[in-house]
T-cell receptor, first 112, second 116 residues
């Protein structure tokens, strides 16, 4: 079945540092890929998505590129802020399976 | 547009009781999916409803059930509660189920269920 593997956390960075959160996936078909963010006490919010190979999703300074050859969708941001502290989830949606699969989440803490 | 709403936000129940959670999707969305989020298991898919029909189901016991009404609002029921059912229950709505390339799931804030 489908699976998503995320870099284990927690990740702690200083403000303005470069962020990478690794995500790799296994799927039988051609899934769409997503990054969601969850702030304390809230539900998941869509951060960005990519629907086909080589697509780049971007939002709020975050970006991720759909790499079919390495089955990866790593999240990056050039300069993190304290307000980026949250839990980040990588996910895929598989039209054949008819459902979405989520990674375990990576907790990011950004210190001033 | 109003977002996905879930009620209640917090619930405390005791073992053996049953509970019903409600989810109102974004207007126009016909698909509602339910997820259980726990620190140990992460985000686990429970089931998805589309136009009042259950289309997909995750690996949860029959104590977990749901339904969807003609206005797309959905309810989830858990009977004979166990301590391990303590979790954040999230619902997500989308136009077609979130699996079509152009579709996206939008999540509600969740219902925090505590079983004592």
């Amino acid at each position: 079945g489908d699976s998503v593997t995320q870099m284990e956390g927690p990740v702690t960075l200083s403000e303005e540092a470069f962020l990478t959160i690794n995500c790799t996936y296994t799927a039988t078909g051609y899934p769409s890929l997503f990054w969601y963010v969850q702030y304390p006490g809230e539900g998941l919010q869509l951060l960005l998505k990519a629907t086909k190979a080589d697509d780049k999703g971007s939002n709020k300074g975050f970006e991720a590129t759909y790499r079919k050859e390495t089955t990866s969708f790593h999240l990056e941001k050039g300069s993190v802020q304290v307000s980026d502290s949250a839990v980040y989830f990588c996910a895929l949606s598989d039209q054949e399976a008819g459902k979405s699969t989520f990674g375990d989440g990576t907790t990011l803490t950004v210190k001033p | 547009k109003a977002g996905v709403t879930q009620t209640p936000r917090y619930l405390i129940k005791t073992r053996g009781q049953q509970v019903t959670l409600s989810c109102s999707p974004i207007s126009g969305h016909r698909s509602v999916s339910w997820y259980q989020q726990t620190p140990g298991q992460g985000l686990q898919f429970l089931f998805e409803y589309f136009s009042e029909t259950q289309r997909n189901k995750g690996n949860f016991p029959g104590r977990f059930s749901g339904r969807q009404f003609s206005n797309s609002r959905s309810e989830m029921n858990v009977s004979t509660l166990e301590l391990g059912d303590s979790a954040l229950y999230l619902c997500a709505s989308s136009l077609f189920g979130g699996v079509a390339p152009a579709d996206t799931q939008y999540f509600g804030p969740g219902t925090r269920l505590t079983v004592l």
